[in-house]
């Protein structure tokens, strides 16, 4: 959304909410866009919320203010938002595939009152969409944006995080898009399909110039801020990513990051250092299962769980650890998938494991493939969201068996003994990074056991009192001794007549 508001015409407000971050209610919503006089609601969804984004359109249309949806999945099944298959309309226009060159025709006809039911990117005479080059990339204005509603530090934590000092009543993880596009063709995914097989970059000194402009920003509000890169893959050509990093480092642009790389691209040691050097924390691996037999039936094979160890090894020597995502529910997984998985993780370096269960998006060839054996339960299951309820029947155990190992997967992931045992392993780590895994591995585990109040966060905090308490003696400590030696050294520099 950041993207799209730096490609509105002028004369024309942009307004920005993320559901994520904001919530608000449908009558709230409502009451909001009527109060700031908003004229036209631009929606963007993925199929997992795509429920919740159309009973939202349909409350702002019944005040008679126009809704455009754009995303992944109104891209794979527009009829659905358009009232055109049998069902309700959800929108007056949906925005195809990606929407840089359209979006600003949208905004012009919905401010002369012409909105058309679809916009689609220009096409070549095969009928393929012709993709911007993100060369020359719009420039978001970060230095200026406001920010607030993106800080990840919960709003009850704020005042006691800032009195702590160094810039941590805020911690702003900001979106960055280096490249878009990804050819290697997973079957569950939807990126292949939808940003095309052919990769597309920006040039490196604007990624560096946008770095620039951030590391500014968090200087001057005296802040805290990572970026992600969003790229599906960002090291999907090696050579151009180690060049990206090299021309980071020259430039000093280093901020925390991190970034999605498949576990074939970390073979390479020198691009490990690259990312150490330039500023690289943690590193999501869509890692989807220990079972080779799995990973050729999604057609992953190019990722070897036998070499996921290594990989992880080489990452935590230079202080990089990984997101490592799992699915359950695969057509190989049998009863007991959950533990073998965990006692596999728990033999190399900690890192953040999330784990999610085989999902049929529309338009990938795992529907496809499912759709045509009649394995889908709910073919329409986004119209009938159930977190963690498989919408197909896995081959070798049952949709509630998936569920089971994937709750026990959570559960063990981030129980107080694990984040415990995960610490000892890094003891000999530096005290902000453990602090830092601590913090992550208590969020972390919001994604699956939300924590959406006071209470849930100060019930986790009594569950983790001890390491908690370790670390909190330990960096008063450090701090104490730090600011002794600091003091020590401006006395032995006091000018002397
Ligand atoms: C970043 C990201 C996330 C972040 C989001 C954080 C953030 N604040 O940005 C996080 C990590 C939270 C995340 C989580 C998930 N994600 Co995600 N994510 C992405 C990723 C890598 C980048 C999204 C992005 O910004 N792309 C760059 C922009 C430019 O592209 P875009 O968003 O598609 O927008 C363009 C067009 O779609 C269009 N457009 C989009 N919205 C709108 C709105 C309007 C009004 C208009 C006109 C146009 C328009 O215009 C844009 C410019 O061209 C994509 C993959 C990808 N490359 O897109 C996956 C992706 C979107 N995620 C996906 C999935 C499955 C998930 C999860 C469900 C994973 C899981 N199992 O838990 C969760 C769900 C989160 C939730 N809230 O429920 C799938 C979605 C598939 C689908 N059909 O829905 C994708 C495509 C990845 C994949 N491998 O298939 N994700
Ligand atoms: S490597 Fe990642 S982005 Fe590329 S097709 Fe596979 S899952 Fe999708």
């Known amino acids: 959304m950041f993207l799209l508001q730096s490609l509105t015409p002028s004369g024309h407000q942009v307004l920005l909410l993320d559901g994520n971050a904001r919530a608000m209610t449908d009558d709230e919503l409502v009451q909001y866009i009527q109060d700031e006089g908003i004229e036209l609601v631009g929606i963007g969804a993925m199929t997992r919320m795509i429920a919740k984004a159309y009973r939202v359109a349909d409350a702002i249309r019944k005040v008679g203010v126009p809704v455009v949806i754009g995303g992944p999945h109104v891209t794979e099944v527009p009829a659905e938002a358009l009232g055109q298959d049998g069902g309700p309309r959800h929108a007056d226009a949906v925005a195809l595939g990606e929407a840089d060159e359209t979006w600003p025709l949208i905004v012009e006809d919905a401010a002369r009152g012409e909105l058309k039911p679809i916009y689609q990117p220009a096409h070549d005479s095969k009928g393929v969409d012709l993709k911007p080059t993100l060369q020359p990339y719009p420039e978001i204005p970060w ?74 920003r968090a200087k001057r509000e005296r802040g805290q801020i ?33 970034a999605q790389i498949s576990a ?5 040691q020198e691009l490990i250092d690259l990312i150490a050097d330039s500023g690289g924390k943690w590193v999501f691996i869509g ?28 990452l935590a020597a230079r202080n990089i650890y990984a997101i490592t995502s799992f699915i359950f529910g695969m057509d190989n997984d049998t009863e007991g998938v959950a533990d073998r998985t965990l006692q596999e993780i728990e033999s190399w370096p900690p890192g953040l494991p999330v784990f999610g269960q085989l999902t049929p998006f529309p338009s990938t060839p795992l529907y496809t493939r499912l ?13 009938d969201f159930a977190p963690f309820i498989m919408a197909h029947d896995p081959l070798k155990m049952t949709i509630a068996k998936a569920r089971s190992e994937t709750d026990h997967a959570w559960s063990r992931s981030y129980s107080p003994e694990r984040n415990a045992e995960a610490l000892e392993a890094i003891k000999d780590e ?23 109040n006071t209470r849930a966060w100060l019930r986790l905090i ?11 003696l330990e960096g008063a400590r450090e701090l104490f001794k730090y600011r002794v030696t600091k003091t020590k050294r401006s006395l032995r520099n006091v000018p002397t007549t």
């Open 143 to 216: 230095e200026r944006l406001d920010l607030d509603q993106f800080s990840l530090i919960p709003k009850v934590f704020r005042p006691f995080m800032s009195k702590l000092g160094g810039g941590w009543g805020t911690f702003h993880v900001v979106p960055i898009e280096t490249g878009r596009g990804c050819p290697y063709g997973c079957e569950f995914c939807t990126v292949t399909g939808f940003f095309g097989d052919s990769i597309r970059f920006r040039t490196n000194e604007s990624v560096v110039e946008e770095l620039l402009r951030l590391k500014a």
């Open 462 to 472: 009594a569950q983790n009192r001890r390491p908690i308490f370790n670390l909190s």
């Open 430 to 452: 530096p005290i902000m990074y453990r602090i830092s895994h601590l913090v992550a591995r208590l969020f972390f585990r919001g994604i699956y056991f939300p924590q959406l």
């Open 287 to 314: 890692m989807e299962s220990i079972d080779p037999a799995n990973m050729a039936d999604v057609n992953k094979n190019f990722s070897k769980p036998g070499e996921y160890g290594a990989v992880l090894q080489r």
């Open 371 to 383: 759709e045509k054996a009649g394995r889908l339960a709910r073919p329409k299951h986004w119209l």
């Open 226 to 258: 990572a970026v992600f890169f969003i790229d599906d893959n960002l090291a999907i050509n090696i050579k151009r990513t180690k060049s990206l990093l090299r021309d980071i480092i020259a430039a000093k642009a280093q901020v925390p990051w991190i």
């Open 264 to 268: 074939n691209l970390l073979r390479d």
